[in-house]
């Protein structure tokens, strides 16, 4: 465990999102003491619940109850807390009431990095609402002027996983972050999340691939595992390394 403890805050559209896309991420943070928050906007009960919808009788009712309990799961053998705001999905609909309490949450945790959604994916809009959430809340959230309970917010991060589809999502890497050592917790995670249990294979081979990339960008041969990400923000240094 590190003494640089930082607080990180993973921004999700549905209960899924923060699984399959950075569950690695979560997972090295809170092996290294950070503190790492989830603020889920949606269960997705409507469009990213196909294993459940495929069962006789099911109710929107029982779905989002299910996903909740995936989700609540998934978080906690990660090793992260998680706020779900139960906004719907198909399409996430995020009103002022909604927002605001994006902002104070981003003021209570405040968070040193940030990971989000992409700014846009054809395929999904709710990714793109929450991409523009996140960076309208964070905005706010830094206002002297936007009086709340906690302290305006310094300049967080703002990192971007992998979607699903990054060629056509003009996604380009700029950070390859090794999640060997915490994989087996993440497939653990995955595999919480039945309604979308097709997706387990998908994310452990794109794990697969994105670790030889990381190899052959570090010469680290011990790494088999790793996720894809993208700063938003330049970094700052006194260096070029």
């Given at each position: ?5 930082k ?41 990213e619940s196909?294993?459940l ?5 099911m ?18 053998i ?15 609909n995020v009103?002022?009431?909604a ?7 981003l003021r ?34 830094q206002?002297?002027g ?21 060629e056509?999502?003009n ?31 998908y ?5 697969v691939r ?12 011990s790494?088999?595992?790793?996720e ?11 260096d070029?390394?």
């Open positions: 465990m590190t003494t640089d403890k607080s990180i805050v993973v921004f999700s559209a549905h209960s899924g999102d923060f699984v399959w896309r950075a569950g690695g991420a979560i997972a090295v943070s809170a092996a290294r003491g950070d503190d790492v928050h989830v603020i889920c906007l949606s269960f997705g009960e409507r469009g196909q294993g919808w495929k069962q006789d009788g109710t929107i009712e029982n779905v989002r109850e299910k996903r909740l309990a995936e989700a609540t799961a998934a978080a906690e990660l090793g992260a807390s998680a706020d779900f705001l139960d906004l719907g999905d198909y399409p996430l009103d002022d009431e927002f605001n309490h994006v902002v104070d949450l209570r945790y405040r968070p040193d990095t940030i990971i989000t959604h992409v700014a846009n994916d054809p395929y999904n809009r709710d990714h793109n609402m929450a991409h523009e959430v996140l960076l309208r809340s964070r905005m706010v959230a206002a002297m936007h009086k709340t309970e906690d302290p305006p917010l310094g300049a967080p991060q703002v990192l971007m996983f992998e979607p699903h589809q990054p056509m999502c996604f380009s890497v700029d950070l390859i972050l090794d999640i060997t050592e915490v994989f087996d917790v993440k497939l653990k995670a995955m595999q919480c999340m039945g309604a979308q249990s097709h997706l387990i294979e994310y452990t081979e794109l794990a994105r670790g030889v990339q990381a190899v052959r960008n570090s010469g680290n041969s790494i088999s595992h790793a894809a990400h993208a700063r938003l923000f330049p970094v700052v240094g006194s070029l390394v």
